[in-house]
């Protein structure tokens, strides 16, 4: 072949592709999905990637060359651009940015740069120092995946790693066994599957039986259930079939949690990981035994869905109702879920779902498809411990500084006094919520962002939550004057305080996205916690999520109705899944568990379905609510959101979005099915300081209206000064 087609790393070219000459040299090594070095009008060279060959071109101008071929290993398949060209689509996104979100792009670059500078350095090494030459040395031996290593050394490949360790170079540190969790195996005896018993048993026949299906399969088991032990029956199978399996978890510490368990059961050798902070060296060595189909199982987090893994006979997104599956910023803004689905279309590989408390959607369809299988009992016949309301309109007034109740009080002191440990949810961070004059009502907010500034106690600062400006606590009030300034509300840092002042000889620790700025700090505390070291463990809706310590015994929700006062259609559904999964960490093991919830709001109904641990029940409800308000899964929401830092101009450009998307849905006749909501200032009007309207697009067409308003989102031009961000299925409106 004389031609190669490629696609360039240029945005707005779509799949739209080039050709260019290849040089003799290269004639026997290119591949299609090679990124390559190409010529391109005056932007010098660009990356691009070969996606086809032919012995002719149209036309008679004169062809470039290829410059050099970047890395040998083809990054895809045709099969593989099919698949992001339609995530492209479904997203209203460019494709280039998703094929720089699906390829370890920065890699690849990194990888040529290095090698070039490689190749300046002499062979004998003239110029070095002793510690270079010998990195270089083993660099040498290693061939190239090391090389990427030269400028990173701490960051390198398992491989590496230990022969830099040999030389004591490095340490292995427990940051580096936290990104890469099987560096800590060596040759682990494999463990033999544990014997499904009872439910587990019905739930595995029923997947099994619904192998061939084309939809999502749903896996609803209550928390400590034994999903795990059904989905590695299913894995060993699929195994056996000479197939492999894709395994999903929603962030990186479960991810890692499973990769271990993966790597007991399965072998060490067949199972690897795949998440956004695994180090560039490890990812470039794990996607070069993807592409020889050396990995047998992957496990990961969000983005391992765009890892090329081949041959897949089983997609396993565990914990599904997670918002972290979906990526909101930046674009594409996509869900693991739909990427998975239409990858498992892809290899017609059957896509299981699991959760205690499932997306109302994913259950929706599950159930209408017969693709439902439910396990209502625990693993251990340990019962779910029944939640119990404390109505803080009679207890609010006696409660310890009217936060922590009497009852909530007793029971923690008795579980203390049992040697056993105490979780307490607060699902908002800082110390205070507001700041506000008591004289005029004024509420502090940030400058840039429409909220409340948040009292932050630890660092004696003012925190903007949205763009994390700090600012000291002002001494006169800006509106009147007035010094009578005061926080209130309850934040995590609050009721750490007050937790170690009513038990002072108890362990307490906190754990909330402001520890995240300390790398690792939240595995720290958690396998800290595991072992026993902390009595009473703090958090917001962090400590909800993957907790299996069988020695807790009381769960505590401080304020258990403010996830449901959110503005948002999901706000039901996402309080009635932290309260369950949060009760669900009580009494794992032999002890029985308690858990308390305090609320202003018992009759509230997601609340009493919670309380109850009743998902049939909440689920029945809110379906009737989405239904009657044309919300998922009736419909599916496009949001559109026009930000400018002049309030003016984006109002009135979304104005004029809305106003042209209006006249064309009448103009085609879709005005019934493809409704338009807004403009209307979000809900946060400001962040960052950018001002921000939105357009909410109900579509109740699926495919056909889809396919309507993303030609005509693919039209729409901004000005310079107007941001335009769409989110086709958004995690929430505000
Ligand atoms: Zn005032
Ligand atoms: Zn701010």
């Not at 739930?203 to 032990?229: C, D, M, R, W």
């Not at 040697?419 to 004289?439: D, E, F, P, W």
């Amino acid at each position: 072949m004389k031609y190669a087609m490629v696609l360039v790393n240029i945005k707005g070219l779509g799949v739209k592709t080039f050709s260019y000459l290849i040089p003799d040299e290269m004639k026997d090594i290119i591949q299609i999905g090679q990124a390559v070095l190409v010529p391109f009008g005056r932007q010098g060279l660009i990356n691009a990637f070969v996606v086809g060959f032919s012995d002719y071109i149209p036309g008679d101008f004169r062809v470039k060359k290829i410059n050099r071929i970047l890395d040998k290993t083809p990054l895809f398949s045709l099969k593989y651009l099919k698949l992001l060209e339609w995530v492209a689509n479904y997203y209203c996104t460019d494709f280039v940015t998703v094929l720089n979100t699906a390829l370890p792009m920065r890699l690849i670059e990194k990888n040529a740069k290095v090698e070039l500078a490689v190749s300046l350095i002499k062979e004998d090494g003239e110029g070095l120092t002793k510690r270079q030459k010998e990195i270089l040395s083993l660099l040498k031996e290693r061939g190239k995946s090391s090389l990427i290593e030269f400028e990173e050394i701490a960051k390198t490949t398992r491989t590496t790693m230990k022969k830099l360790a040999d030389t004591g170079f490095v340490k292995i540190e427990e940051e580096y066994i936290y990104r890469n969790p099987l560096s800590i195996f060596k040759d682990v005896p494999v463990e033999p599957l544990y014997k499904l018993q009872g439910e587990q048993v019905d739930a595995y026949e029923g997947i099994k039986s619904k192998f061939k299906s084309q939809n999502p399969i749903l896996l609803h088991g209550v928390t400590a259930s034994g999903k795990t032990e059904v989905y590695f029956k299913l894995i060993q199978d699929v195994l056996d079939e000479g197939k492999n399996v894709l395994f999903l978890a929603p962030e990186i510490a479960l991810a890692s949690q499973l990769t271990k368990r993966l790597a007991r059961k399965f072998g060490i050798k067949d199972v690897a990981i795949w998440h956004s902070s695994i180090g560039e060296g490890e990812k470039y060595d794990v996607w070069q035994r993807l592409y020889k189909n050396e990995i047998r199982i992957l496990a990961g987090a969000r983005s391992a869905v765009f890892a090329p893994l081949q041959n897949i006979g089983l997609i396993i997104i565990d914990e599904e109702h997670e918002g972290a599956y979906k990526q909101t910023n930046p674009a594409p803004r996509y869900d693991a879920r739909v990427v998975a689905r239409r990858l498992a279309q892809f290899y017609q590989a059957p896509l299981i779902l699991g959760s205690a408390t499932p997306d109302v959607s994913t259950y929706y369809y599950a159930s209408n498809n017969n693709n439902l299988f439910e396990m209502k009992h625990r693993f251990n016949n340990s019962p779910l411990a029944k939640p119990q309301v404390i109505n803080m309109q009679e207890h609010g007034k006696a409660a310890y500084r009217n936060i922590i109740s009497k009852p909530l009080q007793t029971e923690i002191t008795e579980t203390l006094e049992r040697g056993q440990q105490v979780i307490l949810l607060m699902n908002r961070r800082g110390y205070s919520t507001y700041t506000q004059c008591k004289a005029c009502g004024t509420v502090i907010e940030c400058p840039d962002c429409s909220i409340p500034m948040i009292w932050h106690a630890s660092i004696k600062q003012l925190k903007c939550h949205y763009c994390n400006k700090e600012m000291t606590f002002p001494d006169y009030c800006p509106q009147c004057g007035s010094d009578a300034l005061s926080t209130s509300g309850v934040g995590t840092q609050k009721i750490e305080v007050l937790i170690k002042e009513l038990y002072p000889n108890a362990r307490v620790e906190r754990i909330d996205s402001d520890i995240l700025t300390k790398k690792n700090a939240h595995i720290e505390l958690l396998s800290k916690f595991q072992r026993g070291e902390i009595d009473i463990l703090v958090g917001t809706q962090m400590i909800a999520k993957g907790l299996d310590n069988p020695n807790v015994t009381l769960v505590g929700v401080l304020s258990a109705d403010s996830g449901f006062s959110v503005p948002d259609y999901r706000a039901s559904e996402r309080g009635f899944q932290l309260l369950t999964q949060v009760a669900g960490r009580a009494g794992r093991g032999e002890f029985k568990g308690k858990v308390l919830f305090q609320t202003y709001n018992p009759e509230y109904y997601a609340f009493q379905s919670a309380k109850s641990q009743n998902y049939e029940k909440f689920f029945e409800t809110e379906i009737k609510s989405r239904e009657e308000y044309d919300y998922p899964p009736f419909s599916q929401i496009v949001r559109l959101i026009i930000s400018s830092e002049n309030n003016f101009r984006a109002e009135k450009s979304s104005m004029e979005i809305a106003m042209k998307f209006n006249s064309m849905t009448e103009k085609f006749g879709f005005s019934e099915y493809v409704e338009v909501l807004g403009p209307t200032p979000c809900v946060i009007e400001k962040i960052n300081g950018f001002y921000r309207f939105q357009i909410l697009i109900k579509n109740k067409l699926s495919q056909k209206g889809h396919d309507f308003i993303s030609k005509f989102l693919n039209k729409i031009t901004m000005p310079k000064d107007i941001r335009l961000a769409i989110d086709v299925d958004p995690l929430d409106i505000l």
